[in-house]
């Protein structure tokens, strides 16, 4: 059995996997340093505008893109990671729209409830970069192994999966390593402990011909916008419910998951 097939097989089974490859050169080593950079500073000079974004009570934000990030994919997508992903996938990269971004976690902030990353018929495909290194200090996304392709409403997801599932990871990742997860994989936030920014880039890829007018705006600067949870009052409301009320939160999307088809 070859390496490759065995990749495949582990991503098929657990929905995620750590790819064997690691980005090291110095292009890339400039590009995390300059995106850090960026970032920081954007998060400085707009701090008034970004504590009123949907996402901010929560600690998790976006990164928009600028080139950028869209240097990193080039330099990412060379002959050895294009086999990897054909290998996994059965389809060319090149088959696939890539949406280019990032997830931010605030200092002392970040803890987010158990989540899928949309409905299950969207397909699509997470691939996080590591910009710098991230441990259990500084928000690594915990995932709840072997919860993907499966149609399943939160209460059942809760009294399910969550209850009996053994199986949590911390994602905790190196620079320059790759994690390609299912998007219907549960998965949340937690909390950064460090005094810095912790910021993953986040390519998410559709197929295609799956999903037709592809469209994104690459700004000229990086950026932070929201996140999970929009800008509204009723967002708002929600996001603090989610936060000081986890308890009522959880049992609002328990009860309201019983009526969603
Ligand atoms: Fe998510």
Not at 46 to 59: A, E, V
Request: hydrophobic share 35%; glycine share 4%; net charge positive.
């Amino acid at each position: 059995m070859s390496k490759n097939s065995i990749e495949k097989i582990f991503f098929e089974k657990n929905g995620f996997i750590k790819l064997n490859i690691k980005i090291k050169s110095k292009n890339f080593d400039k590009l995390c340093d300059e995106i850090i950079e960026e970032t920081n500073e954007f998060y400085l000079k707009n701090f008034d505008k970004i504590k009123k974004l949907g996402g901010y009570l929560t600690g998790n934000l976006e990164l928009l893109p600028s080139k950028k990030l869209i240097h990193i994919w080039k330099i990412l997508c060379n002959r050895s990671f294009k086999k990897t992903f054909k290998d996994i996938f059965g389809k060319k990269i090149s088959d696939f729209d890539v949406k280019f971004s990032g997830n931010i976690v605030l200092p002392k902030k970040g803890y987010q409830h158990f989540h899928t990353d949309g409905p299950l018929r969207s397909k699509k495909i997470i691939l996080n970069v590591a910009i710098h290194d991230i441990d259990t200090s500084n928000a690594p996304t915990e995932i709840l192994i072997n919860t993907h392709n499966r149609k399943m409403k939160y209460w059942e997801f809760y009294f399910l999966e969550f209850f009996k599932n053994k199986k949590r990871k911390l994602l905790k990742m190196q620079k320059g390593e790759v994690v390609i997860r299912n998007h219907s994989i549960w998965h949340r936030g937690t909390r950064n402990n460090s005094k810095n920014l912790r910021i993953l880039l986040l390519f998410q890829l559709t197929e295609k011909k799956l999903h037709n007018k592809f469209t994104q705006i690459i700004n000229k600067d990086l950026m932070i916008g929201e996140n999970q949870f929009k800008s509204s009052f009723k967002q708002n409301l929600k996001e603090s419910i989610s936060i000081y009320l986890a308890p009522l939160y959880i049992f609002y999307r328990i009860i309201t998951s019983f009526f969603k088809k």
